[in-house]
């Protein structure tokens, strides 16, 4: 399943229609669109993730060729920490294939993402990118962006009560404990993939999926106790997923969390709903290697098709756009997001955070 949105209108997308056809803030997204295509931002960038896909094989062979040379050393626990690094490289990967960024094909785009997800990653692709398509349409509208529903943490101002107990408290401490509960992050969503095609039959090429999946959850594991034993096997596992899980969520966290929240009965055009509930993260190359170019999330939200190198030059297009529209338009550091991130999830915990409390909602209410 290849990754879609309700977005651009199907006007912004009819070139040959008149303009006077569209309404305001259709004209908006098809003029900032227009500005994106004549930079060439919109073409496709094969070499680029030719190089990719290389560097994600070299990544995974040099931590394979590791685990079976290195012997029975404590060493190996650094090992671990490299393969949640190229899974997670390879999830962003998988990511811009779902996308549609690399090839013109769709049937090729899915097949790549659908074996990078379920062999390297451990994910279903099904999984994710149904998941992924009520993301982009609605990010962070409440009761349909599912990346904001209720679960260990509390995302939405008001749904923390009637907690008690231990969920209770850690409700209450949620900011606090938010990174150290993104270490049993990668558990989660290995499950959640298996959940998915044990239980979803409509997920497509499903028995694909099933056997990639099940290669790299049974098989991976595997090789890993049988070439270091049960004791440093059993650690090396554990460093692993507790990698993957905090790289991944310290990556997608800062893109959305603690932005506005948009109420579900709310009407928001899609430029608007894009921008506002985005957030930029500030940083350089390193930065940009190290989120897979999504610390640009406001045009990666915007223009979803765009590969992932050129939202970098989008984004001073956008940003101009933004301004000229009188849009917010939001970026930070890395840090400093991850302290908004606590704030806002301890606000919400402690029930001090009002809903109806955001720009959004006071300029279409």
Not at 12 to 40: C, I, M, S, V, W
Not at 189 to 199: S, Y
Request: charged letters at 15%.
């Amino acid at each position: 399943m290849t990754i879609t949105t309700d977005a651009p209108p199907r006007s912004a997308r009819q070139t040959r229609a008149p303009r006077t056809a569209r309404n305001k803030q259709t004209n908006d997204y098809f003029d900032l669109a227009e500005r994106a295509k004549a930079a060439g931002l919109m073409e496709r960038r094969v070499g680029w993730y030719a190089a990719r896909t290389a560097a994600l094989a070299a990544g995974l062979a040099l931590a394979f060729t590791l685990l079976l040379t290195l012997g029975d050393t404590w060493w190996q626990l650094a090992v671990a920490v490299l393969f949640g690094v190229v899974f997670t490289q390879g999830a962003f990967l998988g990511h811009d294939a779902g996308h549609l960024q690399i090839f013109r094909s769709g049937r090729r785009n899915e097949w790549f993402a659908r074996i990078i997800a379920n062999l390297v990653v451990g994910l279903s692709h099904g999984w994710w990118a149904r998941k992924h398509n009520k993301h982009h349409a609605n990010p962070n509208v409440i009761g349909k962006d599912g990346d904001i529903e209720t679960g260990a943490l509390v995302f939405v101002p008001g749904e923390e009560v009637g907690r008690t107990g231990f969920m209770g408290w850690v409700t209450r401490h949620q900011g606090w404990l938010f990174f150290p509960m993104l270490a049993l992050f990668g558990p989660v969503l290995h499950a959640n993939a298996v959940q998915t095609l044990a239980t979803t039959p409509a997920i497509k090429h499903r028995a694909a999926e099933a056997w990639l999946l099940g290669l790299r959850l049974i098989g991976f594991p595997t090789l890993v106790l049988l070439t270091l034993g049960p004791v440093l096997g059993a650690a090396f596992m554990a460093v692993q997923l507790a990698t993957f899980g905090l790289y991944m969520g310290a990556t997608f966290a800062p893109n959305h969390k603690g932005m506005p929240l948009i109420p579900k009965d709310l009407k928001v055009d899609f430029l608007r709903r894009q921008v506002l509930t985005s957030r930029n993260i500030r940083g350089g190359w390193f930065v940009d290697l190290a989120m897979g170019g999504l610390n640009y999330q406001i045009e990666h939200h915007v223009f979803p098709r765009m590969a992932s190198v050129n939202l970098k030059k989008a984004r001073p297009i956008v940003q101009a756009f933004c301004a000229e529209r009188d849009i917010p338009y939001t970026e930070t550091g890395l840090f400093e997001s991850y302290g908004i991130i606590t704030a806002y999830l301890n606000r919400v915990g402690l029930g001090y955070a009002d809903p109806m409390d955001c720009p959004i909602a006071a300029q279409y209410r």
